[in-house]
């Protein structure tokens, strides 16, 4: 298989480097950046192409695509809310007694 060739990824994995790329897009990255980034991403999360053989198949690591929701934009790997701990001061007022 010549290098960049796609012949032996799954429809699964084209749809998601697919999916991928587009939201890459959608933030602004070029469009051969957004392909490079998608197919990174596939590949670490399967493990690259479909390998033949009985016994072969792995589960997905799901890790590299929480990641890059997380480091997306401002706001993008926030829930709201105020920040831990922002309710109380150290050191504040203290009771007379």
């Known amino acids: 298989m ?10 699964k ?3 998601q480097a697919e999916h ?5 897009k959608e933030r602004g990255v070029s469009e051969d950046e957004a392909e490079r980034r ?3 991403t596939v ?9 033949s053989g ?3 198949g792995k589960k ?4 590299p695509s929480k990641k890059g929701g997380k480091k997306g934009g401002k706001k993008s790997g926030t829930k709201g809310g105020r ?5 109380r001061k150290k050191g504040g007022r203290k009771k007379k007694s």
Do not use: L, M
């Open 43 to 51: 590949n670490k999360s399967s493990g690259g192409g479909k390998k």
């Open 2 to 11: 010549a290098r960049g060739s796609k012949k032996k990824y799954t429809g």
């Open 20 to 24: 991928i790329e587009e939201g890459y």
């Open 60 to 63: 997905t690591n799901k890790g």
């Open 13 to 15: 994995q084209k749809r």
């Open 54 to 56: 009985s016994g072969r």
């Open 38 to 40: 998608a197919w990174a």
């Open 83 to 87: 920040k831990k701990g922002a309710g």
